[in-house]
């Protein structure tokens, strides 16, 4: 089945510092991912549309210039944190639709920034 | 605007007993996908089930049963003869037909199988 693989698992990190993730479709093309992030006992929130060879698509209220975002293959996005703070730790997930209208989610990875 | 409200915070029950886990969305689309995913305490999202808007059948997957219902807007999902492993947050989502293919959740049920 679909598959997509998300990475670091976890991650911790000193204020001030960027963090990477990625977001990698293993048996599929994606030309559009979805990261998500979910604060503790609370529901997942979408945070941007990544889209392949263009800009992503942010929600209101996510920074962009916070929260980048590359989609520089039809297999891989990446959302770098910049410049983390302790209110940035979260759970961050991203996923990606195979087709026929379902999603694939990757592992999530957990950030904590101290 | 598209919305997915689960009513039920949190839920807890004995072991082996029946539970039902509600799910009430508003789209003025009428064509849709509806989830459910079950989030165990590692994390992941784990796919339970997608059904479309055009699909009215009732599912069952072992103890696992959902029942769609257009006329009052609800995907209810029910789990029989519940066990401890079942305990995990719940989510119920919707996703339009269209060009934006975001799925929006909705804030998630935690349930406790209390052994």
Redesign the interface.
Known sequence: GAVVSQHPSRVICKSGTSVKIECRSLDFQATTMFWYRQFPKQSLMLMATSNEGSKATYEQGVEKDKFLINHASLTLSTLTVTSAHPEDSSFYICSASPGGGGYTFGSGTRLTVV | AQKVTQAQTEISVVEKEDVTLDCVYETRDTTY?L?W?KQPPS???V?LI?R?SFDEQNEISGRYSWNFQKSTSSFNFTITASQVVDSAVY?CAL?L?NRD????????T?LHILP
């Open positions: 996908y989830f995913y994390g992941e999202l796919f997608r479309n989510f996703r037909m293919d975001k799925i929006i959740f909705g804030k998630g935690r």
